[in-house]
């Protein structure tokens, strides 16, 4: 025993060295290492990802940030952006959940169909969305006309236009992530909840919806960076107007124009925005490779 | 139809109110290739164990009483009140049947707590509010003894402990009817003791009809009043306990029970086994045996087993074969053998060691005349 707490202080240096490489992870990282024709376009298709982000880092105007970002054509924008973004995310919880729950539980002819149609907003580039909602809701459009006539009520070029625009390119993410948390379910559970007395509307408050509210939340996340990143659609269908329609994307593109420091400062908050949805989404997406797939697929 | 029963209602009926009938279904369901029609009827305060084997349909015979699947054909009826009855119409939705149903891995709702799982019940179908639906939560709990664990999740909570909050969950709300789904099957052997012996002592102060589905011939045995045997969707025997399982009707229940059952053939006061043709084997008739099939049940340990044939003797059946298989049982050897018809014998081990028995070693069967057991096939009478 005395010679044990003896030897410990020369063996002390010994261990460590040899735990900075013991024989089982050496042999791992033989098997992990990538050869070189999948190592070299890796690591560029890295730098290509992360250098433009880098970038927007190093190149900040540092100095004049606070001034740039207290600006008041910049905090209209972003205020208008937030306030935008997060009242789309409310509408497409308020519609999108029925229809993720239409999708995954109805009966109806044709859902499969309905299916793949709500989709069409995630891989429509989003100027065309804003076309189509031009041809619905504009003054000259389908139902915009009606509007128009019946209640002088015309929606293009208006806050209001921002949000319906938002919603419209956003909506899918929710509706999905949404549906395959309904659809992996079990059912069992609304079973047991209405042996117990629960009607149908109960058991879709009280059982299935707060079962899937870790769905609901990462839609609702992905749906509210989606609707603060919106562009195209809403230069189209909203036009960029300051302090009404011009939102934080369309003040990046404007000062690009006029003061690139600006559009970098801008870029820099948005940028921001994003690494705080990914940490939001972390559970998700960073620890586990299966539980994104199942609750988006 | 039916009326919304108060939490109150748990308690027995007052003394002087009429004799409620109970539940009295029958069911008629096609399910791919299996078509379950069965009867049953159960008075309050008994238990009826539906036993029979995977695939028998079971859980759907629980389901249809829960009114999770309708009737294609047949009826449902509690305590005189219509559930499901597809001729006339007539459907009962699950959450107005008043029905408790215990699943087998109990879907206790992960995002409560136990005792919130407890009070969904009355909260949802009686619309008290959360304080006293929680209150009547605690009471429940504490009478299973789940008290120290109200406030945890299902994710936090043994076997036995989930299986008692499942239970409590389907009596809170005052049911009309309880039905357990193999109640104790996802508990491990010693819990399983534990919670039968709960459930045992729980069963007879409920003043409603219990149908328990299993597969375990042991909860038949000792939780039931009754015990219905399932087997493809028919009901093939049903009786007490004791009478089911010393008088098998068919193989299932037999291999259950541990016992030989041979069908037989009585004419004129004599039973011969059937399959025997060509060295017929045959026994007294017991008194008032009418003509006609019957059957034979006989106990593995009262069958001697020899090496060599005996000699003819008054009173013995003899029946020869080879040896299938040897497999022990404790202190006892269980040896099939290959005979007409194929007969299972038991024998004390020490006996093992004088026979030597193999795979395929020629034996001798006797039985003492007295020895057995000869009843009518007779349909599963009520």
Not at chain 1, 3 to 23: C, D, F, K, N, S
Not at chain 2, 22 to 27: C, D
Not at chain 2, 43 to 51: K, Q
Not at chain 2, 158 to 184: I, K, T
């Amino acid at each position: 025993m005395t010679t044990g707490r003896l030897a410990r202080p020369v063996a002390r240096p010994v261990a460590r060295l040899t735990r900075r490489r013991p024989p089982s992870r050496s042999r791992s990282e033989t098997r992990g290492r990538a050869p070189w024709p999948l190592a070299v376009p890796a690591a560029l298709a890295a730098l290509f990802l992360l250098m433009p982000l880098l970038s927007l880092i190093i190149r900040a105007p540092w100095e004049s940030l606070p001034e740039l970002l207290t600006d008041p054509s910049t905090r209209h924008a972003l205020w208008l952006s937030v306030r935008t973004a997060t009242i789309a995310t409310v509408v497409c919880m308020l519609f999108g959940i029925p229809l993720a729950w239409a999708l995954a539980r109805a009966t109806f002819p044709g859902r499969s169909l309905l299916r793949a149609l709500v989709t069409i907003p995630l891989v429509l580039p989003p100027v065309v969305g804003g076309v189509s909602l031009l041809l619905v809701l504009g003054r000259r459009g389908i139902v915009g006309s009606r509007l128009d006539d019946w209640f002088g009520f015309t929606i293009p070029f208006t806050t209001d236009a921002v949000i319906i625009a938002q919603t419209f390119v956003a909506m899918p993410f929710l509706v999905l992530s949404v549906e395959g948390a309904l659809s992996a379910a079990d059912r069992r559970f609304e079973d047991a909840a209405a042996t117990l007395g629960a009607n149908r509307v109960t058991v879709f408050f009280r059982v299935t919806l707060p079962m899937i509210l870790p769905a609901i939340a990462a839609g609702a996340v992905l749906c509210w960076a989606r609707a603060l990143g919106e562009f195209g659609a809403t230069i189209t269908f909203a036009g960029n107007f300051p302090k009404t329609t011009q939102t934080m994307p369309l003040a990046v593109y404007l000062a690009m124009e006029v003061d690139p420091d600006k559009a970098v400062a801008l870029s820099l908050v948005l940028l921001t925005v994003s690494i705080v949805v990914l940490v939001a989404l972390r559970g998700r997406w960073w620890n586990s490779r299966h539980t994104h797939t199942a609750g988006l697929t | 139809m039916i009326e919304r029963s108060d939490p109150a209602a748990l308690a027995k009926a007052p003394p002087g109110t009429p004799r409620r009938t109970g539940l009295v279904a029958r069911i008629g369901i096609e399910l791919g290739t299996l078509t379950l029609d069965a009867e049953l009827a159960v008075e309050p305060g008994r238990t009826l164990a539906v036993l029979g084997p995977n695939g028998a349909g079971k859980s759907t015979l629980l389901r249809a009483l829960a009114g999770l699947v309708p009737l294609q054909r047949g009826r449902v009826e509690l305590d005189g009140a219509v559930l499901d009855d597809p001729a006339a119409r007539r459907f009962v939705p699950p959450e107005r049947r008043g029905a408790g149903y215990v699943f087998q891995d109990y879907l206790l709702f992960p995002h409560l707590t136990a005792i919130d799982n407890v009070a969904f019940g009355p909260r949802v179908r009686h619309r008290v509010r959360r304080a006293a639906a929680r209150a009547a939560a605690r009471e429940m709990l504490d009478r299973l003894g789940l008290a120290e664990v109200a406030h945890l999740r299902p994710g936090a909570l043994s076997g036995g402990q989930a299986q008692r909050v499942a239970l409590a969950r389907a009596l809170a709300p005052g049911p009309g009817l309880l039905l357990l789904d193999e109640p104790l099957a996802a508990l491990d052997a010693g819990t399983r003791l534990e919670v039968r012996a709960e459930v045992r002592a729980l069963l007879p102060t409920l003043d409603v009809p219990v149908v328990m589905v299993t597969h375990d011939p042991v909860d038949a045995l000792t939780l039931a009043d009754d015990v219905a045997v399932l087997e493809r969707g028919q009901v093939v025997q049903r009786g007490e306990p004791a009478e089911v399982i010393t008088r098998p009707r068919t193989s299932y229940v037999a291999r259950l029970a541990g016992l030989n059952l041979f069908p037989g053939t009585a004419a004129g006061g004599v039973v011969t086994l059937d399959a025997t043709a060509a060295r017929p084997v045959t026994l007294p008739a017991p008194p008032g045996t009418a003509d006609g099939s019957v059957l034979v049940a006989l106990r593995p340990s009262e069958i001697g087993v020899q090496l060599s044939e005996p000699g003819a003797a008054p009173g013995i059946q003899v029946l020869t074969g080879p040896v299938t298989s040897v497999e022990t049982l404790g202190d006892q050897v269980r040896v099939q053998v290959a005979s007409t018809p194929a007969t299972r014998a038991e024998i004390p081990a020490r006996r093992l060691a004088n026979l030597r028995l193999v795979r395929g070693t020629p034996v001798w069967l006797t039985v003492d005349e007295g020895r057995w057991d000869v009843y009518s096939q007779g349909g599963a009478a009520p």
